[in-house]
């Protein structure tokens, strides 16, 4: 059974980066057809796609987000991660990550931007 889990910290600065870490159990991120998303939700609001990751390593990204975020990952650690800079408050979410097929959700983190 595949399980993700989304680790890093809580509390961010304005204008600083965001780092998000979403670890992979079960199952390879290099399996061949499988898709590994980065996916937040603000509060009152609804499900938003940051972006994505193949298995073949290759990224896309929201065009809302694109000029803020990287998607990346390490295949020997079985992981792969978000870097989103230059956060808002606006970017205060609780963040998942996700991946296709028999993969599921991570569980989200709360990442709340504050000075």
């Known amino acids: 059974q595949i399980q993700l889990q989304e680790s890093g910290p809580g509390l961010v600065k304005p204008s600083q980066t965001l780092s998000l870490t979403c670890t992979v159990s079960g199952g390879s991120i290099t399996t061949n057809d499988y898709y590994w998303y980065w996916i937040r939700q603000p509060p009152g609001k609804g499900l938003e796609l940051i972006g994505c990751i193949s298995y073949l390593g290759v990224t896309d990204y929201s065009p809302s987000l694109k000029s803020r975020t990287s998607i990346s990952r390490d295949t020997s650690r079985n992981l792969f991660t978000l870097q989103l800079t230059s956060v808002i408050p606006e970017d205060t979410a609780v963040y998942y990550c996700?991946?296709?097929?028999?993969?599921?959700w991570g569980q989200g983190t709360q990442v709340t931007v504050s000075s």
């Open positions: 996700a991946g296709v097929h028999d993969a599921g």
